[in-house]
């Protein structure tokens, strides 16, 4: 079977937590700002779409070459055999990207590089100068960083973080794959209980009973690969049917409370959605009357953060309440996420670490704390 060079890209700072579950799944890994290489196959594509918790996408690098010069960018791309990739109905967007690079109008990058396909579309399929566009779509990219560009095909589509089993609301949940990326900053592994206090449309806890019961995270989408004609499209069936024999019962509880049951609802709608309904237990609790009789567990979770003085007040007087609650429930490891600097200052403990994280644009520590460490 025909060997791709791939790449995973993620989000900042989860490079080494892609790397790890690449790793993970058999891959060997070379590790770049915002991407993960590996080698691998049709198969490969598939299993790591399927998979991977924490990537955004998967992609085949099909070009990569120095170019200073529109000349450059257009002959190399035009040297690419094209019509062996694209289909002569394809729809083909092109994305453009450069930084720290000599050739830097993204809009001309992008339209050289599509001027560049057609054209030798054109020749190859011997059209006269017109491609419908009318087919299944073949997302490209080209990326220039420090004058080498890349020339990208997405097999994935929308972001993986689109796992399927979310109904829209209002709100700001976090995006799946961030959630579980969270998940995997900290020990957990589905042997001891999990806790999300403020859980909102159920994110963690959702991502947190896929993983302790070994649910491939891409089960209910599709993925661009399904529309490329050259890809062996019963790979992705028997793929997920044996996916589905690898799940396993859920060893320790999940637990996911918020003060607001109509939250509640939607995140059982999501947990139904997500096959795991029945594997976390949601109560309607505020977090000053929470209790438990669950230990050696984990507590994670995303409290609310204020930009209006007024929500500040609210939200340290919240952390406040957590370190009542939390801080003497010593023997859970505990996770909070939050864009607020004085995070420790309320909760009343000085965080084992602190890693620092972008969620979206916006930057968020993650406070840790580990049990047994001072
Ligand atoms: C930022 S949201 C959490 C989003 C969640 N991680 C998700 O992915 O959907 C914060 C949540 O904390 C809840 N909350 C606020 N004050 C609370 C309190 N005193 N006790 C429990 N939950 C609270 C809110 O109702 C909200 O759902």
């Excluded at 999501?270 to 609790?285: E, P, S, T």
């Amino acid at each position: 079977m025909k060997k791709y060079t791939l790449y995973a890209t993620m989000g900042a700072g989860f490079e080494a937590v892609v790397a790890k579950e690449l790793k993970e799944l058999g891959y060997e890994t070379k590790t770049e700002n915002g991407r993960v290489f590996f080698e691998g196959t049709q198969e490969d594509i598939v299993r790591t779409n399927l998979w991977l918790r924490t990537a955004d996408r998967i992609k085949i690098l099909l070009q990569e070459f120095r170019a200073t010069s529109f000349e450059q960018l257009y002959d190399q791309v035009y040297s690419f055999s094209w019509a062996d990739l694209l289909p002569v109905d394809a729809q083909f967007p092109v994305q453009g990207r450069a930084v720290r690079s000599k050739l830097h109008s993204e809009p001309d990058i992008q339209s050289i590089t599509k001027k560049a396909i057609v054209n030798k579309m054109v020749d190859q399929y011997h059209r006269r100068g017109f491609l419908p566009e009318t087919g299944n779509k073949y997302p490209l990219d080209v990326h220039i960083y420090k004058d080498v560009a890349r020339i990208s095909l997405d097999t994935t589509g929308e972001s993986l973080f689109k796992r399927g089993y979310r109904v829209e609301h209002g709100g700001a949940p976090l995006k799946e794959n961030f959630g579980a990326g969270l998940l995997r900053l900290t020990p957990y592994n589905g042997t001891h209980p999990l806790i999300d206090p403020m859980t909102g449309s159920g994110t963690l806890a959702i991502e947190a009973a896929l993983m302790a019961k070994n649910i491939a995270p891409g089960t209910w989408r599709k993925f661009a690969y399904d529309g490329f004609d050259w890809f062996d499209s019963s790979l992705h069936k028997t793929m997920l049917e044996e996916a589905s024999t690898k799940v396993k019962p859920l060893e320790a509880p999940i637990w996911a409370s918020d003060i607001d049951q109509s939250v509640l609802e939607i995140a059982k709608l999501n947990a139904h959605n997500a096959g795991v309904l029945q594997d976390i237990r949601f109560k309607q609790v505020a977090v000053k009357d929470f209790t438990t009789d669950l230990e050696n567990g984990i507590i994670i979770a995303n409290p609310p953060y204020g930009k209006r003085l007024k929500d500040r007040e609210s939200a340290e007087k919240l952390y406040q309440e957590m370190g009542k609650v939390f801080l003497p429930m010593d023997s859970f490891s505990q996770y909070y996420l939050t864009a607020d600097q004085n995070f420790e200052k309320y909760f009343g403990k000085k965080a084992t670490k602190k890693r620092k994280l972008f969620n979206g644009n916006l930057r968020v520590d993650f406070y840790q704390y580990w049990v047994n460490k001072k």
